[in-house]
Protein backbone atom coordinates (compact mmCIF):
# COMPACT_ATOMS: atom_id res chain seq x y z
CA UNK A 1 0.00 0.00 0.00
CA UNK A 2 0.80 3.90 -0.64
CA UNK A 3 0.53 4.80 3.18
CA UNK A 4 1.69 3.62 7.20
CA UNK A 5 0.17 0.41 7.86
CA UNK A 6 -0.19 -0.52 11.62
CA UNK A 7 -1.53 -3.80 12.75
CA UNK A 8 -3.48 -4.85 14.99
CA UNK A 9 -5.87 -1.99 14.47
CA UNK A 10 -7.28 -2.94 17.54
CA UNK A 11 -5.59 -4.99 20.33
CA UNK A 12 -7.39 -6.44 23.73
CA UNK A 13 -4.94 -7.95 26.59
CA UNK A 14 -4.84 -8.80 29.93
CA UNK A 15 -3.11 -6.91 32.48
CA UNK A 16 0.16 -8.36 33.06
CA UNK A 17 0.59 -9.89 29.08
CA UNK A 18 2.98 -8.59 26.69
CA UNK A 19 1.72 -7.16 23.61
CA UNK A 20 3.46 -6.29 20.03
CA UNK A 21 2.60 -3.59 17.32
CA UNK A 22 3.34 -3.31 14.38
CA UNK A 23 4.25 -0.71 11.83
CA UNK A 24 5.39 -0.80 8.22
CA UNK A 25 6.49 2.71 7.28
CA UNK A 26 6.01 4.12 3.43
CA UNK A 27 8.50 3.03 1.32
CA UNK A 28 11.72 4.92 1.15
CA UNK A 29 10.93 6.63 4.68
CA UNK A 30 14.10 6.83 6.24
CA UNK A 31 12.41 8.51 9.97
CA UNK A 32 10.25 6.34 12.09
CA UNK A 33 8.42 7.69 14.84
CA UNK A 34 5.87 6.58 17.32
CA UNK A 35 3.42 8.27 19.45
CA UNK A 36 0.75 7.59 22.50
CA UNK A 37 -2.50 9.31 22.17
CA UNK A 38 -4.92 8.93 25.23
CA UNK A 39 -8.11 9.90 25.20
CA UNK A 40 -9.15 13.17 24.04
CA UNK A 41 -4.99 14.36 24.47
CA UNK A 42 -2.34 15.28 21.69
CA UNK A 43 0.45 12.96 20.98
CA UNK A 44 3.11 11.72 23.10
CA UNK A 45 6.51 11.49 21.90
CA UNK A 46 8.06 7.97 22.58
CA UNK A 47 10.61 7.07 20.13
CA UNK A 48 12.84 8.01 17.07
CA UNK A 49 14.18 6.27 14.73
CA UNK A 50 16.24 8.17 11.45
CA UNK A 51 18.37 6.11 9.50
CA UNK A 52 21.05 4.34 11.03
CA UNK A 53 21.45 6.58 13.95
CA UNK A 54 20.82 5.46 17.27
CA UNK A 55 17.56 5.86 18.25
CA UNK A 56 15.90 8.58 20.31
CA UNK A 57 14.52 6.82 23.49
CA UNK A 58 13.67 9.44 25.55
CA UNK A 59 10.25 9.06 25.21
CA UNK A 60 9.46 5.80 26.50
CA UNK A 61 7.59 5.83 29.57
CA UNK A 62 9.00 2.68 31.49
CA UNK A 63 11.76 0.09 31.03
CA UNK A 64 8.87 -1.97 29.75
CA UNK A 65 8.42 -0.53 26.60
CA UNK A 66 10.86 -1.50 23.97
CA UNK A 67 10.92 -0.80 19.88
CA UNK A 68 13.37 -2.02 17.45
CA UNK A 69 13.72 -1.48 13.86
CA UNK A 70 14.43 -3.92 11.36
CA UNK A 71 16.52 -3.53 8.10
CA UNK A 72 15.46 0.22 8.79
CA UNK A 73 11.67 -0.59 7.36
CA UNK A 74 9.41 -2.26 9.71
CA UNK A 75 9.15 -1.55 13.60
CA UNK A 76 7.62 -3.10 16.05
CA UNK A 77 6.97 -1.43 19.70
CA UNK A 78 6.93 -3.94 22.89
CA UNK A 79 4.95 -3.50 25.66
CA UNK A 80 6.25 -6.18 28.15
CA UNK A 81 3.59 -7.04 31.59
CA UNK A 82 1.20 -4.16 30.15
CA UNK A 83 -0.49 -2.06 32.63
CA UNK A 84 -4.47 -0.29 32.96
CA UNK A 85 -2.27 2.76 32.15
CA UNK A 86 -0.87 1.83 28.94
CA UNK A 87 -4.74 1.78 27.21
CA UNK A 88 -4.29 4.21 24.55
CA UNK A 89 -4.14 4.12 20.54
CA UNK A 90 -0.30 3.86 19.75
CA UNK A 91 0.66 5.81 16.49
CA UNK A 92 3.04 5.53 14.06
CA UNK A 93 4.62 7.81 11.24
CA UNK A 94 7.64 7.81 9.08
CA UNK A 95 8.96 10.72 6.74
CA UNK A 96 11.40 11.31 3.75
CA UNK A 97 13.59 12.96 6.43
CA UNK A 98 15.92 14.18 3.74
CA UNK A 99 15.82 17.29 5.68
CA UNK A 100 14.46 16.57 9.26
CA UNK A 101 11.46 18.81 9.29
CA UNK A 102 9.95 16.88 6.66
CA UNK A 103 6.10 16.40 7.16
CA UNK A 104 5.30 12.84 8.88
CA UNK A 105 2.92 10.79 7.51
CA UNK A 106 0.74 8.76 10.13
CA UNK A 107 -0.77 5.09 10.43
CA UNK A 108 -4.34 4.84 11.54
CA UNK A 109 -2.75 3.52 15.06
CA UNK A 110 -3.17 0.76 16.91
CA UNK A 111 -5.85 0.92 20.27
CA UNK A 112 -4.34 -1.07 23.07
CA UNK A 113 -6.77 -2.11 25.76
CA UNK A 114 -5.91 -3.19 29.28
CA UNK A 115 -8.24 -5.26 31.46
CA UNK B 1 11.42 21.54 29.69
CA UNK B 2 9.87 21.86 26.48
CA UNK B 3 5.99 22.85 26.17
CA UNK B 4 3.26 23.41 23.60
CA UNK B 5 0.22 24.88 24.61
CA UNK B 6 -2.95 24.16 22.41
CA UNK B 7 -6.43 25.93 23.69
CA UNK B 8 -7.87 22.91 25.73
CA UNK B 9 -11.43 23.93 25.35
CA UNK B 10 -13.43 23.19 22.26
CA UNK B 11 -13.96 26.10 19.75
CA UNK B 12 -17.08 26.30 17.93
CA UNK B 13 -18.07 28.83 15.13
CA UNK B 14 -20.53 29.52 13.07
CA UNK B 15 -20.36 28.21 9.23
CA UNK B 16 -18.96 30.83 7.07
CA UNK B 17 -16.63 32.33 9.98
CA UNK B 18 -13.46 32.58 10.55
CA UNK B 19 -11.75 29.54 13.15
CA UNK B 20 -8.52 31.07 15.12
CA UNK B 21 -6.45 28.74 16.91
CA UNK B 22 -3.28 29.05 19.14
CA UNK B 23 -0.07 27.37 19.24
CA UNK B 24 1.92 28.81 22.29
CA UNK B 25 5.43 27.34 23.12
CA UNK B 26 8.22 27.77 25.62
CA UNK B 27 11.68 27.22 26.32
CA UNK B 28 11.85 25.90 23.02
CA UNK B 29 13.16 27.76 19.68
CA UNK B 30 11.50 25.74 16.81
CA UNK B 31 13.18 26.30 13.21
CA UNK B 32 9.75 24.64 12.02
CA UNK B 33 6.34 24.42 13.10
CA UNK B 34 3.74 22.19 11.25
CA UNK B 35 -0.48 22.33 11.78
CA UNK B 36 -2.29 18.49 11.59
CA UNK B 37 -6.04 17.69 11.13
CA UNK B 38 -6.74 14.64 12.60
CA UNK B 39 -10.62 13.22 12.53
CA UNK B 40 -11.42 10.94 15.48
CA UNK B 41 -10.23 7.36 14.91
CA UNK B 42 -7.43 8.42 12.88
CA UNK B 43 -4.04 9.26 12.49
CA UNK B 44 -3.06 13.26 12.04
CA UNK B 45 -3.07 14.57 8.44
CA UNK B 46 -0.37 17.34 7.49
CA UNK B 47 -1.83 20.44 6.88
CA UNK B 48 1.04 23.43 6.50
CA UNK B 49 4.82 23.73 7.26
CA UNK B 50 5.67 27.33 7.98
CA UNK B 51 9.65 27.97 9.43
CA UNK B 52 11.17 30.56 11.56
CA UNK B 53 11.96 33.15 8.96
CA UNK B 54 8.39 32.93 7.56
CA UNK B 55 5.87 35.03 8.95
CA UNK B 56 2.78 33.77 7.52
CA UNK B 57 2.03 31.04 4.94
CA UNK B 58 -1.51 29.98 3.01
CA UNK B 59 -2.99 27.05 1.56
CA UNK B 60 -6.26 27.55 -0.10
CA UNK B 61 -8.84 28.50 2.81
CA UNK B 62 -5.59 27.88 5.53
CA UNK B 63 -3.59 30.88 6.88
CA UNK B 64 -0.68 30.16 9.68
CA UNK B 65 1.00 32.65 11.02
CA UNK B 66 4.55 32.25 13.55
CA UNK B 67 5.64 34.59 15.86
CA UNK B 68 9.24 33.74 17.47
CA UNK B 69 9.57 36.70 19.56
CA UNK B 70 5.94 36.37 21.10
CA UNK B 71 6.50 32.06 20.61
CA UNK B 72 3.40 31.81 19.08
CA UNK B 73 1.37 30.37 15.80
CA UNK B 74 -2.00 31.50 14.98
CA UNK B 75 -3.96 29.05 12.64
CA UNK B 76 -6.92 30.34 10.79
CA UNK B 77 -9.74 28.58 8.40
CA UNK B 78 -11.92 31.08 6.70
CA UNK B 79 -15.28 30.81 5.34
CA UNK B 80 -14.93 27.56 7.63
CA UNK B 81 -17.69 24.84 6.71
CA UNK B 82 -18.81 21.74 8.76
CA UNK B 83 -16.56 19.43 7.34
CA UNK B 84 -13.70 21.68 8.82
CA UNK B 85 -14.62 19.92 12.22
CA UNK B 86 -11.49 18.10 13.74
CA UNK B 87 -8.77 18.46 16.21
CA UNK B 88 -5.85 20.66 15.09
CA UNK B 89 -2.68 19.70 16.30
CA UNK B 90 0.49 22.10 16.36
CA UNK B 91 3.82 20.25 15.87
CA UNK B 92 7.27 21.77 16.12
CA UNK B 93 11.17 20.77 15.35
CA UNK B 94 14.22 22.45 15.68
CA UNK B 95 17.53 22.47 14.64
CA UNK B 96 19.58 19.35 15.97
CA UNK B 97 21.25 16.81 14.60
CA UNK B 98 18.61 14.33 15.70
CA UNK B 99 15.96 16.52 16.62
CA UNK B 100 12.37 14.92 17.26
CA UNK B 101 9.37 16.57 16.28
CA UNK B 102 6.67 17.20 19.18
CA UNK B 103 2.87 17.82 19.40
CA UNK B 104 0.71 19.93 21.25
CA UNK B 105 -2.07 18.76 22.82
CA UNK B 106 -4.86 19.40 20.21
CA UNK B 107 -7.99 21.92 19.84
CA UNK B 108 -11.22 20.30 18.84
CA UNK B 109 -12.62 22.66 16.21
CA UNK B 110 -16.67 22.63 15.53
CA UNK B 111 -18.06 24.00 13.07
CA UNK B 112 -22.17 24.59 13.27
CA UNK B 113 -24.24 25.18 9.90
Known amino acids: GAGVSQSPSNKVTEKGKDVELRCDPI?????LYWYRQSLGQGLEFLIY????????KSGLPSDRFSAERTGGSVSTLTIQRTQQEDSAVYLC?????????????FGSGTQLSVL | SQKIEQNSEALNIQEGKTATLTCNYTNYSPAYLQWYRQDPGRGPVFLLLIRENEKEKRKERLKVTFDTTLKQSLFHITASQPADSATYLCALWRYSSASKIIFGSGTRLSIRP
Open chain 1, 49 to 56: FQGNSAPD
Open chain 1, 93 to 105: ASSLARVANEKLF
Open chain 1, 27 to 31: SGHTA
